[in-house]
C-alpha cells in the first residue's frame, strides 16, 4: 500500500511540465543537494524513513615506497624492497579523495509513462540530477549511462560541475528521441548492464534507476559481477495506476507498444488484478535485490521528488517479504 505524504493537491516541481524534460527544472536540484551532506540525513535515509550515514568508507591509494623513518608503522614496511636494498623501507598511502559514482537511467518505453504527475522517466531525471549535484557537492565524480530501449549515450565520470551537466545534457538528449522501436533492434537490459561493467572503474557507486520490467532472471549473473567490484543500488520507480491507484471509472484504451486493450478503470476486479500483478513484480524484485545484498529503494511518480524525500514516511509499496534498505 502507498503511504499518504499530503492530503492537498500535488502541484508540479518547477519548471517542469510532466512529460518533457528541460535544462531548468534539472538545474534547480543543485541547490537542493546541500541538503543532504553529512552529516545531514542523507536522501537514501529520508526514503527509507529512518536515519542512516551516507559517509562513504574512503579507501587508501598507494603512492611510493621511501627508506623507513623513526616513527613510521612497521605494518606499512615493504618486506620485497627491504630485502632487495638490504634497507628498510615502507609503503606511503594517501587517502581516496573521489569516488566513482555511476548512474543507469532507464528512459525505455515502459517508463515513458504517468498517469497523475510525472511520467516515470521525468522523475527517474530529476533523481539522477539530485544525486549527480549531491556526488560533486562531495568530491566525487559523477558518470551516467543513459538508455532509451535501443541506444546507449555514455558519459564517463568527471568531476566538479561538468560532471553534473554532461549527465544532464545526455538526458534531455535521450528524452528528445524516439524510443519506438522493435524488439529485434532493441538493447536488452543485459546489454545495458554488459556495458556498464565495461565503462565504469571497479570500486564505484551504482546506482540502477528504473522500473526494471526488463530485468531477467538470466540477468542476476551479471549483476553478481558488478556487485562483487562495487556498491550497487536499485531505485524502483512507479507510477500509482500501477497498483490499481486511480480516481478515473471509465473505459479506456490502452497500449504498451506491444500490446493493446480496453480497460475498465471502473471495476474493482480490474484495479485489484493490477494491484496484484504489480504485487508480484515488486516481491520478484526485492527479493532478487536480497539475495545480492543491494539496497531498494522506491520513489513514486505521482508525487514531487522533493516531499518524497523530505518526508519521514516516504511512499513505498510494502511487498511481503520486505526488504531492509541498509546502506
Same mark, same amino acid.
Given at each position: 500500500?502507498?503511504?499518504?505524504?499530503?492530503?492537498?493537491?500535488?502541484?508540479?516541481?518547477?519548471?517542469?511540465?510532466?512529460?518533457?524534460?528541460?535544462?531548468?527544472?534539472?538545474?534547480?536540484?543543485?541547490?537542493?543537494?546541500?541538503?543532504?551532506?553529512?552529516?545531514?540525513?542523507?536522501?537514501?535515509?529520508?526514503?527509507?524513513?529512518?536515519?542512516?550515514?551516507?559517509?562513504?568508507?574512503?579507501?587508501?591509494?598507494?603512492?611510493?615506497?621511501?627508506?623507513?623513518?623513526?616513527?613510521?608503522?612497521?605494518?606499512?614496511?615493504?618486506?620485497?624492497?627491504?630485502?632487495?636494498?638490504?634497507?628498510?623501507?615502507?609503503?606511503?598511502?594517501?587517502?581516496?579523495?573521489?569516488?566513482?559514482?555511476?548512474?543507469?537511467?532507464?528512459?525505455?518505453?515502459?517508463?515513458?509513462? #504517468? =498517469?497523475?504527475?510525472?511520467?516515470? &522517466?521525468?522523475?527517474? @531525471?530529476?533523481? /539522477? $540530477?539530485?544525486?549527480?549535484? +549531491?556526488?560533486?557537492?562531495?568530491?566525487?565524480?559523477?558518470?551516467?549511462?543513459?538508455?532509451?530501449?535501443?541506444?546507449?549515450?555514455?558519459?564517463?565520470?568527471?568531476?566538479?560541475?561538468?560532471?553534473?551537466?554532461?549527465?544532464?545534457?545526455?538526458?534531455?538528449?535521450?528524452?528528445?528521441?524516439?524510443?519506438?522501436?522493435?524488439?529485434?533492434?532493441?538493447?536488452?537490459?543485459?546489454?545495458?548492464?554488459?556495458?556498464?561493467?565495461?565503462?565504469?572503474?571497479? #570500486? =564505484?557507486?551504482?546506482?540502477?534507476? &528504473?522500473?526494471?520490467? @526488463?530485468?531477467? /532472471? $538470466?540477468?542476476?549473473?551479471? +549483476?553478481?559481477?558488478?556487485?562483487?567490484?562495487?556498491?550497487?543500488?536499485?531505485?524502483?520507480?512507479?507510477?500509482?495506476?500501477?497498483?490499481?491507484?486511480?480516481?478515473?471509472?471509465?473505459?479506456?484504451?490502452?497500449?504498451?507498444?506491444?500490446?493493446?486493450?480496453?480497460?475498465?478503470?471502473?471495476?474493482?476486479?480490474?484495479?485489484?488484478?493490477?494491484?496484484?500483478?504489480?504485487?508480484?513484480?515488486?516481491?520478484?524484485?526485492?527479493?532478487?535485490?536480497?539475495?545480492?545484498?543491494?539496497?531498494?529503494?522506491?520513489?513514486?511518480?505521482?508525487?514531487?521528488?522533493?516531499?518524497?524525500?523530505?518526508?519521514?514516511?516516504?511512499?513505498?509499496?510494502?511487498?511481503?517479504?520486505?526488504?531492509?534498505?541498509?546502506?
Amino acid at each position: 500500500m502507498i503511504k499518504a505524504v499530503t492530503n492537498t493537491p500535488l502541484q508540479l516541481p518547477p519548471h517542469s511540465n510532466g512529460y518533457e524534460l528541460c535544462l531548468a527544472e534539472l538545474l534547480q536540484y543543485k541547490n537542493q543537494s546541500v541538503k543532504w551532506l553529512p552529516p545531514a540525513r542523507s536522501v537514501w535515509a529520508q526514503l527509507n524513513g529512518q536515519h542512516q550515514s551516507r559517509q562513504k568508507g574512503r579507501g587508501m591509494n598507494f603512492t611510493e615506497v621511501r627508506p623507513y623513518q623513526a616513527g613510521d608503522d612497521i605494518r606499512a614496511i615493504d618486506w620485497r624492497v627491504t630485502a632487495r636494498t638490504g634497507k628498510t623501507h615502507t609503503k606511503l598511502f594517501s587517502e581516496e579523495r573521489e569516488q566513482p559514482v555511476m548512474l543507469l537511467i532507464d528512459f525505455s518505453q515502459s517508463m515513458r509513462f #504517468g =498517469s497523475q504527475l510525472l511520467l516515470k &522517466s521525468v522523475q527517474a @531525471a530529476h533523481f /539522477a $540530477s539530485l544525486l549527480s549535484w +549531491l556526488a560533486v557537492q562531495q568530491q566525487d565524480r559523477i558518470g551516467a549511462l543513459v538508455y532509451n530501449g535501443y541506444k546507449l549515450n555514455e558519459c564517463r565520470p568527471t568531476a566538479r560541475q561538468q560532471g553534473p551537466l554532461a549527465v544532464i545534457n545526455a538526458m534531455i538528449n535521450m528524452h528528445q528521441s524516439d524510443s519506438q522501436t522493435s524488439a529485434d533492434d532493441g538493447l536488452t537490459f543485459a546489454d545495458v548492464l554488459r556495458h556498464m561493467h565495461h565503462l565504469c572503474p571497479k #570500486g =564505484s557507486d551504482i546506482i540502477i534507476l &528504473s522500473d526494471f520490467y @526488463a530485468l531477467q /532472471a $538470466s540477468d542476476k549473473k551479471r +549483476l553478481s559481477q558488478l556487485r562483487s567490484h562495487n556498491r550497487l543500488q536499485f531505485v524502483h520507480l512507479y507510477d500509482p495506476l500501477e497498483l490499481g491507484e486511480t480516481g478515473f471509472r471509465g473505459r479506456e484504451f490502452v497500449t504498451d507498444s506491444q500490446q493493446s486493450a480496453w480497460i475498465h478503470f471502473g471495476a474493482q476486479r480490474t484495479r485489484e488484478q493490477m494491484a496484484q500483478q504489480f504485487s508480484r513484480h515488486l516481491q520478484n524484485l526485492t527479493a532478487l535485490a536480497s539475495s545480492l545484498a543491494i539496497p531498494f529503494h522506491t520513489v513514486s511518480a505521482g508525487i514531487p521528488l522533493l516531499k518524497q524525500i523530505g518526508s519521514t514516511q516516504a511512499p513505498h509499496p510494502t511487498p511481503e517479504p520486505s526488504v531492509q534498505n541498509k546502506m
